[in-house]
């Protein structure tokens, strides 16, 4: 990897600014998935070993720019306290004398976890002036919070003007590694499966991904527009009327690439997502009171075939609404099928990576990305603002 890394620097004596994506799901006021946390604990263990006292930084929730006790990062220390076993005080704030005061008081090995970013309109305006707040607080800056590096925010890039040598944390090193195994030269076949909600959503992921993939497979509530540019009716499914035309244009255009594109074959109808149960029909059957609401058995049988022989697979989007038991199977089931394949795996979103937990395979996959958003940007092919802001290795 050309960027520089947390492993090039020397740490000895020296304060870590540490931005992380501690952007954890909370439920009475206690953190309610701490897969997060524990994903950045290495880049910590590392630096507080390596001698280095850490201030640890990161936004959560939108709290729009001002104090907003909802989203205090208070839980997390508390969560942290307990997966490192050491105190982690959290500042009043994330910026100002107080909190640089206690900065400079840290001894090596010791941490800070500064209050919310983003109660400072600062953070999301990619502000010079907050930057240089945040810069002050440190001695050199490690990123390992991939989930956020598509946004240009100033934590994440306009403080890499100010603060410097800038360097990748070890979580940031694996996403980008894993993930630079899609972009790069995968072994082949490599197969794609998209899923989720809505094709707008997707469209440029769909769009780059033709680039490179050998097969394509098309599954949740996306897949039905593109059976709408077939003609198929869908009844009451998600359909998206103004992006049928752009389906039909992937469709040709994977036609010509030699790409082949597996769409639905059955599908699980209901009158909606909170109807108790659904039934499998053919794809050519759905009643037009019904909707669409997870692919049928037929389906996952014929993506578990297009996955035999690959060699590398990329996922996201979940197959169906599978946060409802009964529409969750063809979700659950392409996970397995997934783990089971033998090929290098690649699976991202916020859904579909707690998909993959719920179908207890996750030691069965290549790498789950933690990230949702930045990991659709980069398999797009953009240039992610926050791994751009990083140092290069000499
Ligand atoms: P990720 O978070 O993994 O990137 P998305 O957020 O894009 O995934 O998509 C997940 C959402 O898509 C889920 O909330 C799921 O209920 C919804 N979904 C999947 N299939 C359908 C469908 N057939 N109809 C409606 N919604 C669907
Ligand atoms: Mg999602």
């Known amino acids: 990897m050309a960027k520089l890394t947390v492993e090039d620097l020397d740490l000895q004596g020296k304060r870590v600014f540490l931005r992380a994506d501690l952007n954890v799901p909370l439920a009475d006021g206690r953190v309610a998935d701490d897969t997060r946390l524990v994903a950045v604990l290495p880049t910590l263990a590392h630096c507080l070993k390596a001698g280095a006292s850490v201030i640890l930084a990161s936004h959560l929730g939108r709290p729009k720019g001002k104090p907003d006790p909802t989203y205090s990062l208070a839980p997390v220390a508390h969560r942290l306290e307990e997966l490192l076993g050491q105190p982690v005080p959290l500042a009043p704030d994330s910026v100002g004398e107080a909190v640089e005061a206690q900065a400079r008081q840290l ?10 970013l983003r109660f400072h309109p600062g953070e999301e305006a990619n502000d010079a002036a907050f930057a240089q707040a945040l810069a002050r607080l440190g001695d050199c800056y490690v990123n390992d919070a991939f989930g956020a590096a598509h946004r240009a925010h100033a934590s994440i890039d306009a403080i890499t003007r100010y603060l410097s040598p800038a360097a990748a944390g070890l979580l940031m090193c694996r996403e980008l590694e894993a993930l630079g195994r899609i972009l790069g030269r995968p072994e082949r076949p490599l197969v794609a499966i998209l899923g989720g909600a809505k094709v707008s959503d ?58 082949h594109l597996g769409l639905p074959v059955d599908a699980v109808v209901a009158e909606g997502p909170e109807s108790g149960e659904g039934r499998a029909v053919g794809i050519r059957e759905i009643p037009a009171h019904l909707m669409g609401l997870d692919i049928g058995p037929l389906t996952v049988a014929r993506f578990t075939h297009a996955l035999s022989g690959a060699k590398t697979v990329v996922w996201n989007g979940p197959m169906g609404v599978f946060e409802k038991p009964p529409f969750a199977q063809g979700t659950l089931g392409l996970a397995r099928a997934i783990a089971g394949c033998g090929a290098f795996s690649v699976v991202g979103g916020g859904d579909t990576a707690a998909a993959i937990k719920q179908a207890g395979v996750a030691e069965k996959i290549g790498y789950v990305s933690t990230a949702g958003g930045a990991f659709i940007e980069f398999l797009e092919g953009r240039t992610l603002p926050g791994v751009a802001a990083l140092g290069e290795r000499s």
């Open 107 to 116: 001894e090596p090995g010791q941490l800070l976890l500064l209050e919310n």
């Open 202 to 259: 997707k469209l440029a992921l769909v769009q780059s991904l033709l680039d490179r993939v050998d097969t394509l497979l098309v599954g949740g509530g996306m897949a039905f527009t593109f059976l709408g540019a077939l003609g198929h009716g869908v009844g009451r499914s998600l359909v998206e009327p103004e992006r049928i035309e752009l389906a039909r244009q992937v469709m040709a255009e994977a036609n010509r690439r030699g790409v």
